[in-house]
T-cell receptor, first 111, second 116 residues
Framework: GENVEQHPSTLSVQEGDSAVIKCTYS??????FPWYKQELGKRPQLIID?????GEKKDQRIAVTLNKTAKHFSLHITETQPEDSAVYFC??????????FGTGTSLTVIP | GAVVSQHPSRVICKSGTSVKIECRSL??????MFWYRQFPKQSLMLMAT?????????EQGVEKDKFLINHASLTLSTLTVTSAHPEDSSFYIC????????????FGQGTRLTVV
């Protein structure tokens, strides 16, 4: 199946700084890459996604970039706030239906 | 957005008993649902793909006789953990994609299973 790797596993940033999380995938047929935010004990919530025909997408303080050739995509959070603290997961959609998740990044924003 | 409801949110059971977890799509029909397992501070591990009206597809290393999946209708999939043991204690979460939507997956609330 698909293999999604995510780095770093933990990330601490000062409030107001930027945070970058990177993922790589193995299946070149994967064509949809969402990012999820999960707070402790809660369900993952979609924060942004990108399709393989687009190189970059931005939504206010959050942006995602995709490099299909290198098979990697990244999440960028600017002007971080304490409420951004959570675990973030990247995912790749394979076979049109199966999501495979990265290992997660625990982000801590220090006030 | 679309809503996926999972029940129960928390369950404690004795070793050797079975536990059933339900996953419902409330405002859309889902021919396919997914079951994940999540250990503390770890990622979501895909266990199986539940297909309405047919057998589930299990990921490598997941015991299909241990984790029974039934997808009897377009809005309901169930996961039954049979003969539960303490090592089965985990957070189980389901998801489904709205075929009429943009493609994102919606997640249930998750079920915290504790086997004592």
């Amino acid at each position: 199946g698909e293999n999604v790797e995510q780095h770093p596993s933990t990330l601490s940033v000062q409030e107001g700084d930027s945070a970058v999380i990177k993922c790589t995938y193995s299946d070149s047929a994967s064509n949809y890459f969402p990012w999820y935010k999960q707070e402790l004990g809660k369900r993952p919530q979609l924060i942004i996604d990108i399709r393989s025909n687009v190189g970059e997408k931005k939504d206010q303080r959050i942006a995602v970039t995709l490099n299909k050739t290198a098979k990697h995509f990244s999440l960028h959070i600017t002007e971080t706030q304490p409420e951004d603290s959570a675990v973030y997961f990247c995912a790749a959609l394979r076979n049109g239906n199966q999501f495979y998740f990265g290992t997660g990044t625990s982000l801590t924003v220090i006030p | 957005g679309a809503v996926v409801s999972q029940h129960p949110s928390r369950v404690i059971c004795k070793s050797g008993t079975s536990v059933k977890i339900e996953c419902r799509s409330l405002d859309f029909q889902a021919t396919t649902m997914f079951w994940y397992r999540q250990f503390p501070k770890q990622s979501l591990m895909l266990m199986a793909t539940s297909n309405e009206g047919s057998k589930a597809t299990y990921e490598q290393g997941v015991e299909k006789d241990k984790f029974l999946i039934n997808h009897a209708s377009l809005t309901l999939s169930t996961l039954t953990v049979t003969s539960a043991h303490p090592e089965d204690s985990s957070f189980y979460i389901c998801s489904a994609r709205d075929p009429a939507g943009a493609g994102e997956a919606f997640f249930g609330q998750g079920t915290r299973l504790t086997v004592v």
